[in-house]
T-cell receptor, first 114, second 116 residues
């Protein structure tokens, strides 16, 4: 079956702009999580959605937001972009619920803020 | 709070030799442990997981990991390394303390280089 699809793969934005990233999880998966990956901070958890509800949120400013639709697809939005937001943004999907399921990651969206 | 430590930023091994990538963890509840691999400009690929049961877990591409509760470790191993194993490896933990949310905490990653 198809894996996790993230679009777009690459983005270049200017400081102050906003950006929306999209993630389509594996069919049947109801949990979608977002992570930011940077060379300095590594992989950091942004938030997780399950059945359209945010279940958990990481320690990021309110400029970072997300949502999940009824078909489990998720979007992540970053407003008022800063240079430090340049990163690889990864989306992961899992069946959710019990703890014994692994998460599957998309290829990521490389965001560059100039 | 849960945490994961990968004490080595980089590991170099010769092709054909055994490899070990180290990971230690800290959680308040029962640990669910994972190893992922990342190739350049790619997402993370799942290698293996420990949930419960046997302490030696076998995964993809010939990798295995040994869970040691007393040492709170989950080291990744492979008996014979390949050049194609060269990549960035991440250890992760999900603290399933009774909640149902899905959050992984990752280590900083270990860059594995296998020399021909």
């Amino acid at each position: 079956k198809a894996g996790v699809t993230q679009t777009p793969r690459y983005l270049i934005k200017t400081r102050g702009q906003q950006v929306t990233l999209s993630c389509s999880p594996i069919s049947g998966h109801r949990s979608v999580s977002w992570y930011q990956q940077t060379p300095g901070q590594g992989l950091q958890f942004l938030f997780e959605y399950f059945s359209e509800t945010q279940r958990n949120k990481g320690n990021f400013p309110g400029r970072f937001s997300g949502r999940q639709f009824s078909n489990s697809r998720s979007e992540m939005n970053v407003s008022t972009l800063e240079l430090g937001d340049s990163a690889l943004y990864l989306c992961a999907s899992s069946a959710g619920g019990s703890g014994n399921t692994e998460a599957f990651f998309g290829q990521g969206t490389r965001l560059t803020v100039v | 709070a849960q945490s994961v430590a990968q004490p080595e930023d980089q590991v170099n091994v010769a092709e054909g030799n055994p490899l070990t990538v180290k990971c230690t963890y800290s959680v308040s509840g029962n640990p669910y442990l994972f190893w992922y691999v990342q190739y350049p400009n790619r997402g993370l690929q799942f290698l293996l997981k420990y949930i419960t049961g046997d302490n030696l877990v076998k995964g993809s591409y010939g990798f295995e990991a040994e869970f040691n509760k007393s040492q709170t470790s989950f080291h990744l191993k492979k008996p014979s390394a390949l050049v194609s194993d060269s990549a960035l490896y991440f250890c992760a933990v999900r603290d399933y303390g009774g909640g149902s949310n899905y959050k992984l905490t990752f280590g900083k990653g270990t860059l594995l280089t296998v020399n021909p």
